[in-house]
């Protein structure tokens, strides 16, 4: 498989290289299967960071196609950590639902990046689903003993599987996805509020994304360097 126009722009753009082979994998409900892979020295070279992702490296009918994945439980000792891949139809799927432990693949790492604000927030509010619930987890786990207030839309019931690794001063609310969006918006800009060193992370359908970024930026008032809002997908 040869690489396409993409994979010469991020290494331009200072990517870097890296080949994973899977060591296991296990099955989350119905939709999803979770693998464990060894990283190739990636966590060595790259280190860690909270949200952390790479872009994986797929052959689609002999074209390259990239998808990106947040890390899950990485571990610098072993150099391993998971993915989670949704089992819908597509050649990432395909990869996933057939992996098994010594298969390969490769990854690029470029364009991830997260630092906390200073000084650490006091509250964090944030918004995703299931394609940004390892990001989303990942912030809880790095959050320490800042409470965090959670909003998570879901297409399907079979989302809901997924764990949430909330504490006791946490609040999660999970909401259906209805009307475009339109439920999750409602929902959670009656929920905001611009909280004193408070940090919020926004990660969902694109359109959602940029509407709640724009509310708490223009409507709210929150300093743009408290707020963190990338589009995880599109529904255009």
Known sequence: MQRNWEALVLRAMGGRNFRLTVLGTESV??????????????????????????????DND???????????????????FDLVFALHDGCAARWASGATPGDTIDATVQG?????????????????????????NSLLDA???SPATVWLEYAHEAERVLPVRSRAIDTVHWLPR????????????AGLRNADGAFYWVAAEAASTRALARHLRKDLGVDKHRVYALGYWSAA
Do not use: N
Request: aromatic share 8%; glycine share 14%; hydrophobic share 35%.
């Open 62 to 80: 002999g074209k390259a196609h990239q998808r990106a994945y947040t890390l899950v439980d990485p571990d610098p000792a072993t150099g391993t």
């Open 178 to 189: 209805q009307d475009g969006g339109r439920l999750l918006l409602d929902t959670v800009k």
């Open 29 to 58: 409900g119905d939709g999803y299967r979770r693998l464990r892979l060894d990283g190739g020295g990636l966590l060595e070279a790259c280190g860690i960071h909270p949200t952390m992702w790479v872009r994986l490296w797929f």
């Open 143 to 145: 959050a320490g003993d």
């Open 112 to 136: 991830t990046g997260f630092r906390w604000p200073e000084p650490h927030p006091c509250h964090v509010f944030a918004v995703g689903d299931a394609a940004s619930l390892p990001a989303v």
